[in-house]
């Protein structure tokens, strides 16, 4: 029988709040973290625009031996797992520390220790490669840093699925508590990847806006959008067994109650055009749920404001939902924060979990005159005040890789 999971902790790293508490005042706000890229000269290229975070100080969040050792993706990762370790009031020498463990995903890893490493290689001879190239840029390094800083000795692991990496990541956690394997799993997904090769490389592939105005650059299912922006960040949640959770008294946010993972099987960028391997994600989260599909209410949207994906979820949310499609309320967070990549799922979960703690679903920031083909509900214009007991999150990766998550308003 599996066992139930709560989430009890929260930590996040965004471009528009370097915690939850203020992620969330910007999401409320409805603050847009999208500016001119400022990591690098953006001369020769055709993309101006990033959603970069802002005032991260590495030193003020870890030990400043430990941040050397560590890519922008291990510190914000390593960030947020310590915000949620301490909002959860985790105590290490209370836990058995092998039934703790860490999922944390990142689609990317380092790029930019690769950049710079090879620059060196070029110029002045392998010798003068940094002997920690390696565990600055693998992907895995994230979840280690956050095991390391942390004392977490259970299941350590990693997953990389494009987009979807932050997605997977808690579900899998999910699973390894569900069947045993855990009591507590800090779970979720880290990036940071605004540099020149994933620029150029997101630029030539067509995937990234062209913009250069802030307000209208990532505009999900309005019908002038051209493309993603790319972000950066980390999100991280405490999963918890739930008589674990009630024994030692733990605030509990809300429950984790289902997950589906699918894949499309079709490209490597474009989802299917039918939106199936995407709807079969969302079935199967509502299925393991128990819930009616008519329970929910809400839906946080991969939204990534290219064409494919905004029209192709479209259609995954009507084939799921039907007629109850038209009551939902679906929204795009990367309308504010841009594409996390792979941090972009564990981010958005966290704004299912504070919707349905506020009864507050933000408006999708700078879309104005929606695609006629997308027509749902889309929180156009202003936000909405409506009681949420029931939310989905969504993740879509380039390889096909589809994920959803069901989190519900916690009862005992």
Not at 342 to 363: D, N
């Amino acid at each position: 029988m599996k066992r139930r999971v709560v989430i009890t902790g929260m930590g996040a790293v965004t471009p528009i709040g370097n915690t939850v508490p203020e992620f969330w005042d910007g999401i409320r706000n409805g603050t847009v973290g999208i500016g001119e890229i400022s990591k690098f000269d953006t001369e020769a290229y055709q993309v101006k625009l990033a959603a970069e975070v802002k005032g991260f100080d590495a030193r003020e969040r870890m030990d400043f031996k430990s941040a050397k050792r560590m890519e922008l993706f291990s510190q914000y990762a390593v960030a947020a797992a310590k915000e949620a370790f301490e909002d959860a009031g985790l105590h290490m020498e209370e836990e058995d520390p092998y039934r703790v463990g860490t999922i944390v995903g990142s689609g990317i890893g380092s790029l930019q220790t690769a950049e710079r490493e090879y620059g060196k290689i070029l110029e002045r001879g392998p010798a003068r490669v940094n002997p920690l190239t390696v565990p600055l840029m693998i992907s895995n390094m994230a979840a280690g840093n956050v095991a390391i800083q942390l004392g977490l000795k259970g299941k350590c692991t990693s997953v990389t699925t494009a987009c979807a990496s932050g997605t997977h990541s808690i579900g899998d956690a999910l699973r390894a508590i569900q069947y045993g394997d855990a009591e507590v799993m800090l779970a979720g997904g880290s990036e940071s990847a605004i540099c020149p090769t994933a620029v150029a490389g997101f630029t030539n592939l067509t995937a990234l806006t062209t913009s250069t105005d802030p307000a209208r650059a990532s505009i999900p299912f309005d019908r002038d959008r051209n493309g993603f922006v790319i972000g950066e960040g980390a999100g991280i949640v405490v999963l918890e067994e739930l008589e674990h959770a009630k024994k030692r008294g733990a605030h509990i946010y809300a429950e984790l109650a289902g997950y589906g993972a699918t894949c499309d099987a079709w490209h490597i960028t474009s989802p299917a055009e039918d939106g199936s391997g995407a709807a079969k994600a969302m079935e199967l989260a509502v299925r393991e749920s128990g819930l009616s599909k008519r329970d929910i209410g809400y839906i946080n949207a991969h939204g990534t404001s290219t064409h494919h994906n905004d029209l192709f979820e479209t259609r995954a949310i009507r084939n799921v939902f039907g007629t109850h499609a038209d009551d939902l309320i679906v929204n795009s967070t990367k309308s504010m924060i841009g594409h996390l990549l792979g941090a972009a799922g564990a981010v958005e979960l966290i704004v299912c979990v504070k919707t349905i703690r506020e009864g507050f679903i933000h408006q999708t920031m700078g879309t104005n005159v929606l695609d006629p083909a997308c027509d749902l509900d889309y929180a156009v214009g202003a936000p909405v005040e409506r009681s949420v007991t029931c939310a989905l999150s969504n993740s879509l990766g380039f390889g096909g890789h589809n994920a959803s998550l069901l989190v519900k308003k916690y009862e005992r």
